[in-house]
C-alpha cells in the first residue's frame, strides 16, 4: 500500500513576460503579455511508507513545485496527490501535523530566540505531548550534538548549527514524512556528514518516509534507497540508487603512471582522455576489454610506477542524463580529478 | 597485481578526499561567482562601457525598470494629486478665515504644486540599501568596483526620480498651472532656480549617504534614516512655508542645510522678498555641499580604516 | 490554542526589547517622526486660526485618534503585511503554510511590534491634553466608549493594510496601492472633513469609511455634529470597525487561496 500516491499531476505557473528596449517597455503599459508555463506536467509516481526517496532534477525541473504541492502550500492545476489519505492542500493544518518541512535556503527559526525557546514553541504549536516532546528533545539532541548552542541566539550560530537545528525542530512532532529541500546547501563535509547520518539514523528508528530534494549527489547516494529524476517537470527515471549507479559500471577509467613507454595504449574500448608526460588515462570500457587483457598490455607497454582504477559517480552519471537531454550530443562523461 | 588488489583500488576512488579537493571547492568557487555574476546583472552594461557614459546609462537602466509597473504609476499620479488637493483646500480653509494677510491663495497653490515637484526628486532609499549592503557583506565588493558607489546611487536614484517628474510631476504641474492660471517666472528666475534646486538635491543626497554609512556602526539604518526625514520635514519647508513660522524657528531654520534644500529654492521661483539676494543663496548652498562632502569623507576614511584593522 | 499565540506574542515583544540601544534609537525615531507632524500641526495652527470652525486642540484630538488606532494596527499588522511582497519572495509564507496553524495569526504574533510603544504615549498624552484644554470631563460611560472607538477604529486601520497589501498575491509589486489607498487616503483626516469636498467625504465615509477612524467619533466628544447624515454616526465607529475587518479578512483568504492555486 503506496504511502504517498501523486496522480496526473500538472501545475501550471503564469509569468509576466520582459519585454527588452525602451519602446517595448512603454508599449507594455497599455498591454501585457503572459506566458503559460508548465513546471510539472502529467507526473505520477508511489511512494511507501518508510522509503528514503532522493528527488532530483537540474535547476528549474519542478523539484520545488512538486515538493510544495506535497506540503500543501500550492495546489495543483490537475491531478491529484494523497499523502498518508490526506489530500495535503484541502486539509492543510491536518496535513501540516504529519510532516515535517525544511527548507535548506530558508531558515524558519525565530532569529532572535534561543533553540529552546523555539522548541517549546513549536511544542504548543504541534501540541506534542510531553514526554513524547522531552525524548525526542533529548534524542535529537544528542543525535545532532546541539548540546552546545542550545541556548544562544539564532542569529549567533553558524550555517551548520542553524540547519542542524532546523531539522531537529521539524521534526519534534514526529512526522511521518519528512520533506528535505536542499538540506545540505553551502555546509561544510562534516556537518553534511553529521546531517545524512542522522537522517538514516532517523529512518531505521522511526520509519520516517524521506523526500529529500538534493544537487550534492553524495547527499542521494548516502540517504537514499531509491532516485526520482525529473526534467521539465516530467518524470525522467524511477528507480533504485543501487540500480541507478550500475548504469555507469560499463565504463571506468583507468591512470596509469609510468617511467618509461613503449607506446600509447591502443585497444578497442579502450581511449586514451587524458595525455600528460609519465601520465596517461583511458577510458575503459567494461564489455569489451577484459581486466586481465587490459592489465597484461598495460605491463607489457609500460613501466608502471602507480595505477588507479575509478568508477564513475553517481555525480557523472547524473550529469550524463543531464546534459544528454537535448541532442544526445554532450553526453559524454567527464573525468575530473 | 591480483583481482584483490584492483578491487582496492577500485573501492578507494570513493574517498572523503574527493568531496574536499572536488565538489567542495567547486561549489564554493561557485557561490562566490554566482555572487559576483548577480552584482554585475545588477549593474548592467556599466563596466563595458567608457566612465562617462556609464552614468548615463545607469539612469537609463533605472528609468526603464520603472516603466515595467504601469498601475504604480497610475496610482501615484491619483496619490500625487490628492496630496496638492490636500494641501490646497487647507489653505483654502485657512485663508476663507481671514487670519492670513500679505500671502494669496496663488501664492500658496505655486508653493503647494512646487513642493510636490521637489519633493518627487528628493526621495531616496539610498540609507537603506547602504545598510543592507553592510549587513550582507556586499560592501566587500563595492570596495574593489571601478566605479564609485556614492555616485552609482546618486545616478541610479536620479534616474528614477526623473522618472517619476517628467511622468507625473510635470502632467500634474502642467494641469495645475492651466486650472489655477498660476504665473511662470521669466527665465532668468527659472534658471536660477533649476540651478539652486541642483544643489539642493546634491545636499540632500549627501546628508543621506552620509547617514547611510552611518549604519556601518549601528545595527539598523531605517531609524537614523526616519531622524534625517523627520528633521527635514520639521526645518525644510517642505510641508507648510517656513513663513508660517514663528520669526525664531524661522532663523533657527536659516542655520540648517534643510531649508537650502526645500524652501529656499521654491522662494526664488516665487520671486520672494528674500530670494532677491540669490547669489548668497547659491553661495550658502556651495558651503553646504563642501562640507558635507569633508564630512562623508571622513566617514568613509574611518570606515576604510577600521575594515582594515578588522580584515575585513 | 489561545495560550500558544500568547507565548509567540510574548516572545517576541521581549526579544525586541532586548536590543536596548537600537530601541532607544529607534523610540527617537518614532518620536521624532510622529511629533513633526504634531509639531507641524501646532505652528500652522498658532499662527492662523482655527480652521473652518475647528481649534487647535480640537484638531489635535483628531490626529491623536489618527496616530493612537493606526499604531495599534502597526503593532500586530505593520510586521506581517508591510513585507507581505517579501514573505512571499523570500519563501517565509511557505514555510508559515507547513505549519498546522492559522496563517493569520501566527503572521501577526511572530511579527508583533514593540516599535509603537512611544506613540502610545505620545498620543496618549496629547490627547488628554486636547480634552482637559477644550475642558472635556469623560464619565466612566464615555471612557469605555472612547477605548471602544479606538478598538473599532484600529480595526479599520487593520483593514486598511491589509485590503491594500493583500493584491501582492496576484501583483508582484503592489506598493502603489497601499500608497494610494491607504497612505494618500488617510492623509485627509488630518483635518476636519468639512474642508474638502463633499464627494471626499462619500468616498471617505461609505466607500472606504477612514472617516470614522476620527472624523465622526470625534465629534461625540466635543459637542459637534457636523456634516453628517444622521447622528447615529458619532456611535458607528466600532460597527464599522468590525464589519470592515472582517470583509479584510475574506480578502485575505481569497488571496491565499489564489497563491495556493494560481500562483507566481
Given at each position: 500500500m503506496s504511502y504517498i500516491t501523486v496522480d496526473h499531476v500538472t501545475r501550471e505557473f503564469k509569468s509576466f513576460k520582459r519585454p527588452k528596449g525602451l519602446k517595448n517597455a512603454l508599449t507594455t503599459l497599455l498591454k501585457r503579455n503572459y506566458e503559460v508555463k508548465k513546471a510539472v506536467d502529467d507526473l505520477s509516481f508511489t511512494v511507501d511508507k518508510g522509503e528514503l526517496v532522493g528527488y532530483i532534477g537540474p535547476n528549474g525541473a519542478g523539484k520545488s513545485t512538486t515538493i510544495k504541492m506535497l506540503t500543501g502550500i500550492i495546489t495543483p492545476t490537475c491531478g491529484t496527490i494523497k499523502t498518508g489519505g490526506i489530500i495535503p492542500w484541502e486539509n492543510r493544518k491536518e496535513n501540516a501535523r504529519h510532516i515535517g518541512v525544511v527548507f535548506g535556503q530558508r531558515s524558519q527559526l525565530n532569529w532572535d530566540l534561543p533553540m529552546e525557546d523555539t522548541f517549546e514553541l513549536y511544542r504548543r504549536m504541534y501540541r506534542t505531548e510531553e514526554i513524547k516532546f522531552r525524548k525526542n528533545t533529548e534524542m535529537f539532541t544528542e543525535l545532532l550534538e546541539m548540546q552546545p548552542f542550545l541556548?544562544?541566539?539564532?542569529?549567533?550560530?553558524s550555517l551548520g548549527q542553524k540547519m542542524r537545528a532546523e531539522l531537529a525542530i521539524a521534526l519534534l512532532h514526529d512526522p511521518e514524512i519528512l520533506y528535505l529541500d536542499?538540506?545540505?546547501?553551502?555546509?561544510?563535509v562534516v556537518v553534511k556528514d553529521k546531517i545524512r547520518k542522522f537522517v538514516r539514523e532517523l529512518n531505521r528508528e522511526k520509519k520516517t518516509t524521506v523526500i529529500l530534494t538534493t544537487h550534492d549527489m553524495a547527499d542521494i547516494e548516502e540517504i537514499c534507497d531509491r532516485i526520482i529524476m525529473i526534467d521539465h517537470g516530467t518524470l525522467m527515471l524511477d528507480q533504485s540508487v543501487a540500480l541507478f549507479k550500475s548504469q555507469g559500471a560499463d565504463q571506468y577509467y583507468a591512470e596509469v603512471s609510468f617511467r618509461y613507454c613503449k607506446e600509447p595504449l591502443f585497444l578497442d574500448g579502450v581511449e586514451l582522455i587524458k595525455e600528460l608526460p609519465f601520465c596517461h588515462t583511458y577510458r575503459i570500457n567494461h564489455r569489451l576489454v577484459s581486466v586481465n587483457v587490459l592489465l597484461s598490455r598495460i605491463s607489457e607497454l609500460f613501466e608502471v610506477t602507480d595505477i588507479t582504477i575509478k568508477k564513475p559517480e553517481i555525480d557523472e552519471i547524473v550529469r550524463k542524463i543531464y546534459t544528454s537531454q537535448p541532442g544526445e550530443t554532450s553526453g559524454q562523461l567527464l573525468y575530473t580529478k | 597485481m591480483n583481482k584483490n588488489r584492483l578491487k582496492q583500488i577500485l573501492q578507494t576512488g570513493n574517498t572523503m578526499l574527493q568531496y574536499l579537493f572536488l565538489s567542495y571547492r567547486e561549489k564554493f568557487v561557485q557561490n562566490i561567482k554566482k555572487a559576483v555574476t548577480d552584482y554585475d546583472k545588477m549593474v548592467p552594461d556599466i563596466l563595458n562601457k567608457g566612465r562617462k557614459e556609464m552614468y548615463w546609462v545607469l539612469m537609463k537602466c533605472c528609468f526603464r525598470q520603472q516603466i515595467q509597473y504601469k498601475w504604480n504609476l497610475l496610482f501615484q499620479m491619483i496619490g500625487d494629486w490628492l496630496g496638492i488637493y490636500i494641501k490646497i483646500c487647507i489653505w483654502q480653509a485657512i485663508l476663507n478665515a481671514g487670519g492670513?494677510?500679505?500671502?494669496?491663495f496663488e501664492m500658496m497653490v505655486s508653493y503647494s504644486v512646487i513642493a510636490a515637484m521637489v519633493n518627487g526628486l528628493l526621495y531616496s532609499r539610498i540609507a537603506e540599501e547602504l545598510a543592507d549592503r553592510f549587513r550582507t557583506g556586499m560592501i566587500a565588493i563595492d570596495f574593489i568596483r571601478p566605479i564609485s558607489l556614492k555616485w552609482y546611487y546618486f545616478f541610479g536614484q536620479l534616474g528614477e526620480n526623473l522618472y517619476h517628474v517628467l511622468f507625473e510631476g510635470f502632467f500634474i504641474a502642467a494641469v495645475s498651472f492651466l486650472l489655477w492660471k498660476l504665473s511662470v517666472p521669466g527665465p532668468e528666475t527659472v534658471l536660477i532656480f533649476l540651478i539652486s534646486l541642483c544643489f539642493g538635491i546634491i545636499i540632500l543626497f549627501s546628508i543621506q549617504y552620509a547617514i547611510g554609512l552611518l549604519v556601518f556602526w549601528m545595527k539598523d539604518g531605517t531609524y537614523t534614516r526616519m531622524i534625517a526625514d523627520a528633521l527635514f520635514l520639521l526645518f525644510s519647508?517642505?510641508?507648510?512655508?517656513?513663513?508660517?513660522?514663528?520669526d525664531w524657528l524661522k532663523s533657527f531654520c536659516d542655520f540648517l542645510p534643510f531649508s537650502y534644500v526645500a524652501y529656499k529654492p521654491i522662494a526664488i521661483w516665487l520671486g520672494m522678498m528674500e530670494a532677491k539676494q540669490w547669489q548668497k543663496i547659491l553661495l550658502i548652498q556651495l558651503f553646504w555641499v563642501l562640507v558635507l562632502f569633508i564630512v562623508e569623507r571622513l566617514i568613509w576614511k574611518r570606515i576604510q580604516s577600521s575594515i582594515e584593522i578588522q580584515g575585513g | 490554542m489561545f495560550g500558544l499565540y500568547g507565548a509567540f506574542a510574548k516572545v517576541v515583544f521581549l526579544t525586541q526589547l532586548e536590543y536596548r540601544g537600537q530601541y532607544i534609537m529607534r523610540m527617537i525615531a518614532k518620536i521624532l517622526g510622529w511629533s513633526s507632524g504634531f509639531i507641524l500641526l501646532v505652528i500652522l495652527l498658532k499662527k492662523v486660526g482655527p480652521v473652518a470652525g475647528w481649534g487647535l486642540y480640537e484638531i489635535l484630538l483628531l490626529y491623536t485618534f489618527d496616530v493612537l488606532s493606526y499604531s495599534i494596527a502597526g503593532t500586530f499588522f505593520m510586521g506581517g503585511f508591510g513585507k507581505l511582497p517579501r514573505l512571499i519572495r523570500s519563501g517565509e509564507l511557505d514555510g508559515i503554510l507547513t505549519k498546522p496553524v492559522n496563517p493569520l495569526i501566527y503572521l501577526i504574533c511572530t511579527k508583533v511590534s514593540a516599535g509603537y510603544t512611544s506613540n502610545y504615549v505620545m498620543a496618549g498624552v496629547i490627547m488628554g491634553i486636547s480634552l482637559h484644554k477644550l475642558g472635556v470631563s469623560l464619565s466612566f460611560y464615555q471612557v469605555i466608549w472612547l477605548i471602544l472607538d479606538i478598538a473599532g477604529a484600529s480595526l479599520i486601520q487593520a483593514a486598511g493594510f491589509m485590503v491594500t497589501t493583500v493584491p501582492a498575491f496576484w501583483f508582484m509589486k503592489s506598493d502603489g496601492l497601499y500608497r494610494l489607498f491607504y497612505k494618500n487616503l488617510t492623509?485627509?483626516?488630518?483635518?476636519?472633513?468639512?474642508?474638502?469636498?463633499g464627494g471626499i467625504r462619500f468616498l471617505l465615509t461609505f466607500i472606504l469609511p477612514y472617516a470614522f477612524i476620527n472624523f465622526y467619533p470625534v465629534q461625540l466628544f466635543i459637542n459637534k455634529q457636523e456634516v453628517m447624515l444622521s447622528p447615529l454616526f458619532l456611535f458607528l465607529t466600532p460597527f464599522v470597525g468590525a464589519f470592515v475587518f472582517f470583509i479584510a479578512y475574506r480578502f485575505w483568504q481569497k488571496g491565499l487561496d489564489a497563491y495556493q492555486s494560481t500562483g507566481s
Open positions: 541556548n544562544k541566539p539564532v542569529r549567533q550560530l536542499e538540506p545540505t546547501i553551502g555546509l561544510d | 492670513i494677510k500679505n500671502i494669496n519647508g517642505i510641508d507648510i512655508p517656513l513663513w508660517f513660522y514663528p | 492623509c485627509f483626516l488630518q483635518y476636519p472633513l468639512t474642508i474638502y469636498h
